[in-house]
């Protein structure tokens, strides 16, 4: 449906910029949904698709691809430690706006061939740029540094990462990748997203959502934990108690014998 | 085997947690402390969020509390006249804990409190129980297996509203177990444990219980504070997660037996001087933490905690 709407709008687009929607992006996506199951250890998601166009290839530079996903935005406060009377502290802590839990953006080529830092600027690609702190604290100096922590932090976690030369063109119309989604993803709405460029500079964009969840026992727990709070902390206490006795009895029938 | 936890939101080896769990059982069937002043620690690690560590260790504690009670229940060492007193003591703090952890979660330092705290309480009583075991040990051997006098309290025994503890061979005033009761009842709310290394060496050093005893004695009131506190966590913050504390406590339990035969068949000094070591190390290691250049200045937080 979104594909024809868009389709329909470059037509009635098309004559006026002609050459910037030459070429537009048909995504595949090996699942739109990740299921977190007990025992969930991670996932990999094919990305693939190919650039549909009316015209012959461009001559000039050669297309690139880009696919960046990203997972839900959050606020996140960052403390610094400072020593103080021999001991580190929490002194100072800016809010950084909005911090995805989890980004990858994979490129066909290194990252500043494939995306002008103008480019970059406009659709926020590169992990610096899709965290957005706006109000930082003026007291602080230096509050580029808390954000640039969040990003090594996470990088670190294997939650944030560039992954250059990671998407197969060929021919330059097909292209394919694989992000890996590490074990410890936060539930919500994934959003996947492709840029065309040539010359660093964006032809073509297309967007679509993967939704990550919980499923089965584990959806079952969390719903119960947050809307049965009293019935879930006594289900735990009695699991607790249970299980206390139960090996206390155990182990008594074994030494009894 | 990785599994997911729902709560905590990672995935975890499920067979690193049951031996985690076990070896903190087994120190908790020896020594009669919930383990949770371990525990907390090493959840966090393994990368559990630390609001989940120490709700869910919470309600671990109460099975390995409640598989070790039983054996000590089984061979009478367990003053529930004594625990009861402590309990009501116990639950009054924990109350009032929860009511201070929050105000100083409001002026942002809390991180440092807690460590501050284990820091203090670990390196006090873990020294004065090490050189006092220690005294005992050279005691005995000089004097040949003479039972060592026990000091007797003027003050404690000065006392209105006394009572009789027949398992503990006490008769002394209420007061006593009962602030000893509230004050730990404060603290394992603050620091997230069940408060059992405090309260073992306060009924042995304050109250001048048996140490037999107060192992069971101390398990059956942290049963008690620590089902509270689960009971707490889970319906304001939402942090308890049960697939983590069942994997925990099949560990836990199991290890709280084996614990506990360990524990029989070793001398009262001994346990003493191992539980001292113990703490101390744990206080050295936080006090480290502390002191020295951490290789990460920056921490992340949820914006909630501002």
């Not at chain 1, 699942?31 to 996932?43: E, H, L, N």
């Not at chain 2, 001398?267 to 936080?286: F, T």
Request: overall charge positive.
């Amino acid at each position: 449906m979104r594909r024809i709407v868009l389709v329909t709008l470059l037509a009635l687009v098309m004559p006026l910029m002609a050459t910037a929607t030459e070429e537009q992006v048909v995504l595949g996506l090996s699942r739109d949904r990740v299921a977190i199951t007990a025992d969930f250890d991670g996932s990999d998601i094919l990305i693939f698709g190919a650039v549909k166009r009316e015209t012959p290839i461009p001559q000039g530079d050669p297309l690139q691809v880009i696919v960046a996903v990203s997972g839900p935005s959050t606020p996140v406060l960052v403390r610094r430690k400072e020593k103080k009377l021999g001991i580190w502290v929490n002194t100072d802590s800016v809010l950084v706006d909005s911090a995805p839990s989890f980004y990858a953006a994979a490129t066909s080529a290194p990252f500043s061939q494939a995306l002008s830092d103008t480019e970059d600027l406009r659709h926020k690609v590169s992990i610096k740029r899709a965290i957005r702190s706006v109000g930082a604290d003026m007291n602080i100096a230096d509050a580029q540094e808390f954000t640039r922590a969040v990003v090594r932090i996470r990088q670190n976690e294997g939650l944030y990462s560039i992954r250059e030369n990671t998407v197969a063109v060929d021919e330059q119309t097909l292209f394919r990748t694989e992000i890996d989604m590490p074990a410890n993803l936060t539930e919500g709405e994934y959003v996947a997203r492709i840029f065309l460029t040539r010359g660093g500079k964006v032809v073509s964009n297309f967007q679509t959502t993967i939704d990550v969840r919980k499923v089965g026992l584990e959806r079952f727990l969390f719903n119960l934990a947050h809307q049965q709070p009293v019935l879930y902390g006594l289900m735990s206490l009695a699991i607790a108690i249970a299980a206390g006795w139960g090996a206390s009895a155990a182990f008594r029938a074994l030494r009894g014998t | 085997m990785q599994i997911y936890l729902p709560i905590a939101e990672v995935s975890v080896n499920a067979f690193l947690l049951l031996g985690l769990g076990g070896m903190v059982g087994i120190l908790s069937g020896m020594f009669g402390v919930g383990g949770g002043f371990l525990m907390t620690p090493l959840l966090f690690f393994i990368g559990i969020p630390p609001a989940v560590a120490v709700a869910t260790e919470a309600n671990q504690i109460v099975a390995s509390s409640f598989s070790g009670v039983l054996a000590h229940f089984r061979r009478r060492t367990v003053d529930f006249r004594m625990g009861t007193i402590l309990l009501i003591g116990g639950l009054t703090g924990a109350a009032l804990g929860v009511v201070l952890f929050n105000y100083l979660k409001s002026l942002g330092q809390v991180d440092l409190l807690v460590k501050l705290c284990y820091v203090v309480f670990l390196g006090i009583i873990g020294g004065l129980m090490f050189i006092e075991s220690l005294n005992a040990i050279r005691k005995s051997r000089k004097s040949g297996g003479t039972v060592p006098k026990r000091r007797q309290r003027g003050w404690i025994h000065a006392m209105p509203f006394k009572m009789r503890f027949r398992t503990s061979g006490l008769y002394i005033s209420v007061i006593p177990p009962v602030v000893v009761g509230l004050l730990v009842g404060v603290l394992s709310a603050i620091m997230g444990v069940g408060g059992g290394f405090i309260m073992v060496p306060a009924m042995i050093y304050l109250l001048g219980m048996p140490t037999k005893v107060v192992v069971g004695t101390s398990l059956f009131q942290i049963i008690f504070v620590t089902a509270f506190t689960t009971m707490l966590h889970a319906t304001t913050n939402y942090t308890v997660d049960v697939v983590l504390a069942v994997l925990l406590l099949i560990g836990g339990v199991i290890g709280a037996q084996i614990g506990t035969v360990i524990g029989a068949r070793m001398k009262a000094e001994q346990l003493r001087i191992l539980l001292a070591g113990l703490v101390l190390a744990v206080c050295a290691k936080l006090a480290l933490d502390l002191l020295l250049m951490p290789s990460e200045l920056f921490s992340l937080g949820a914006s909630g905690g501002h």
